[in-house]
C-alpha cells in the first residue's frame, strides 16, 4: 500500500492549492479517506474526510476555504484549498483506514504547505 501526496507549495496569503493523494493498493471508493495537517507546534490534526457513506466532513478551522474530492477511476483523493491562511502552514499527509478506530491504515509521507507573504 502506498499513499503519495503532492501539491504541496509556498503560496501568499488568500493564494490556492490543490492537493494530491494518489493511492496504490487501495482503493479510494473502499476506504476512509482523509486529509490531516500538522503544523511545527501542533499535534497532526485531521482538515477534512471522507466516511462510510461517502459524505465529506470538514474541521471548523476550513470550512467554505476547503473543499474534499476524489476521483475513483485515478484511485486519487484530492483537496481543494482557498483563501489560504498563514496559519494554514504545516506538512499535509493523507490517510486510508477501514473507517474504524482499530484495524489497519496507511499513511503518506505528506507534502509541505507554506502559507507566508
Known amino acids: 500500500v502506498k499513499l503519495v501526496e503532492s501539491g504541496g507549495a509556498l503560496v501568499h496569503p488568500g493564494g490556492s492549492l490543490r492537493l494530491s493523494c494518489v493511492a496504490s493498493?487501495?482503493?479510494?471508493?473502499?476506504?476512509?479517506m482523509y486529509w490531516y495537517r500538522q503544523g511545527t507546534i501542533n499535534r497532526r490534526e485531521e482538515v477534512a474526510s471522507?466516511?462510510?457513506?461517502?459524505?465529506?466532513t470538514y474541521a471548523d478551522f476550513v470550512k467554505g476555504r476547503f473543499t474534499l474530492s476524489k476521483d475513483n477511476a485515478k484511485n486519487t483523493l484530492y483537496l481543494q484549498m482557498n483563501n489560504l491562511e498563514p496559519a494554514d502552514t504545516a506538512m499535509y499527509y493523507c490517510?486510508?483506514?477501514?473507517?474504524?478506530?482499530?484495524?489497519?491504515?496507511?499513511w503518506g509521507q505528506g507534502t509541505q504547505v507554506t502559507v507566508s507573504s
Open positions: 490517510r486510508a483506514d477501514r473507517c474504524t478506530a482499530a484495524g489497519e491504515y496507511y
Open positions: 493498493g487501495v482503493a479510494v471508493s473502499d476506504y476512509c
Open positions: 471522507f466516511g462510510f457513506d461517502g459524505t465529506p
